[in-house]
């Protein structure tokens, strides 16, 4: 029996993912380490300094730098993000998300939001839709970041709702891993390779119905 949907936020509910992948590879081309979106799906749903160590990592840089100058250039990407999601506005939700979040609420089931991003409030906030959800977490209060379930456990734990009962929506592979060991649905946006660990897989949020999606979940009690 469903419960909730958990959702993720970049990449789900809006197109932020895009931002900051942007963001990254502008700092990416100031350190002279360039990278591509295949590179990037690595970094999707990951914490920002667990993303800048992944980069320096890529361009054999990670001991060129202390803590304080790691701590600077994390924070030169968040101004290049917060730089690019200025202009936010309720028109950059997603296809589909809007019609999904009515369905789920007309059902009378709870929604979540599980996103490890530290601008996820403000995010939210400019797309108008935080009145759909019954709980966000703080993506500073969780000690472990995707793909440990953490973030996942402690929306479900939030929500009242046992996780098997859950639905966890997500674009990011690191995503993915997390809601199912968090022992709970796993729906992916995404490509069939990149969302292989998925229990259902849509190519685009347009596709996210919610029948369907409860349809699937049934199929695997
Ligand atoms: C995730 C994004 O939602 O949040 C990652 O998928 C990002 O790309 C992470 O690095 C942390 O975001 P922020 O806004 O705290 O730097
Ligand atoms: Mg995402």
């Known amino acids: 029996q469903v419960q909730a949907f958990i959702f993720d936020l970049d990449g789900v509910i809006t197109d932020s993912a895009e931002h900051h992948y942007l963001a990254w ?88 939001l599980a996103s490890a991003s530290k601008n996820a409030f403000v995010v939210i906030d400019r797309l108008g839709v935080g009145e759909h959800f019954h709980y966000i977490v703080d993506a500073a209060k969780v000690a472990k970041g995707k793909p440990d379930p953490e973030i996942f456990l402690k929306a479900a734990d939030a929500l009242g709702v046992p996780y098997e009962n859950c639905i966890g929506v997500e674009d990011a592979e690191a995503g993915i891993e997390a809601i199912k060991a968090a022992g709970m649905f796993a729906v992916g946006v995404g490509t069939p390779e990149s969302m292989a660990k998925a229990d259902y897989v849509v190519s685009g949020t347009s596709e996210l119905r919610y029948n369907e999606i409860i349809a699937r979940f049934q199929q695997t009690k």
């Open 25 to 112: 590879k502008q700092l990416g081309q100031e350190l002279h380490i360039p990278f591509d979106r295949e590179f990037n799906e690595q970094l999707k749903g990951v914490s920002r300094m667990d993303s800048l160590e992944r980069i320096l990592a890529l361009g054999n840089r990670q001991h060129d730098f202390t803590a304080e100058e790691k701590e600077a250039l994390a924070t030169k990407k968040n101004e290049h993000y917060k730089e690019l999601i200025k202009g936010i506005t309720e028109a950059d939700i997603l296809p589909g998300i809007t019609e999904l979040l009515a369905d789920i609420r007309k059902h009378g089931l709870k929604v979540g």
